[in-house]
């Protein structure tokens, strides 16, 4: 049985600039995988038609809750009542340290810039990191980190059962 967290209320992931088919095509099952609202935002670096993306997907884009927005400020203040979780390789509170709740929307940035540090700045938003052993690795991949991140969320709001 599902967690009863999972489900379009709990979190929304949001890609900003996303320039990798593959990588928001596999955030894209992830996000039907869990009914995570997925919603990808700027300029995408191929077309929502691209088969390489729609390869990553397979065949669950029909349950992908797809929203797409021209610009992050817009988008930030349209849904000003919600709560952004921006996340960083190189800045931030540590996952495991962060308290996650329901309706936080979940920030990525690009695949080779990250978000802007304007907004990573912003004492508005919270910024977590995912915390990684080995220095000399400067980030994961984004298909990787969102796992990460959204699973981790989605254990909070339902931890397993002892």
């Not at 009863?4 to 992931?13: L, T």
């Not at 349950?63 to 400020?73: F, Q, S």
């Not at 996340?87 to 802007?116: H, I, K, M, N, Y």
Request: glycine letters at 8%; aromatic letters at 8%; proline letters at 8%.
């Amino acid at each position: 049985m599902p967690p009863a967290a999972m489900g379009r209320e709990a979190f929304h992931v949001v890609l900003v600039d996303p320039e990798i088919p593959p990588n928001t095509g596999n955030v894209a099952r992830t996000c039907a995988a869990t009914g995570t609202s997925l919603h990808l935002v700027g300029t995408l670096g191929f077309q929502l038609s691209d088969k390489y993306l729609k390869r990553a997907g397979l065949d669950y884009w029909e349950h992908v809750d797809l929203h797409y927005h021209p610009d992050l400020g817009a988008l930030l203040e349209q849904q000003s009542a919600q709560r952004f979780v921006l996340t960083s390789a190189r800045r931030g509170v540590c996952l495991w340290d962060f308290a996650f709740q329901p309706g936080d929307w979940l920030v990525f940035g690009s695949e080779s810039r990250g978000l802007p540090e304007g907004l990573l700045s912003d004492e508005r938003h919270p910024v977590v990191t995912i915390p990684l052993a080995e220095p000399a690795v400067r980030s994961l991949n984004l298909s990787n980190a969102v796992a990460v991140v959204l699973f981790e969320s989605l254990r909070q709001l339902d931890p397993p059962s002892s």
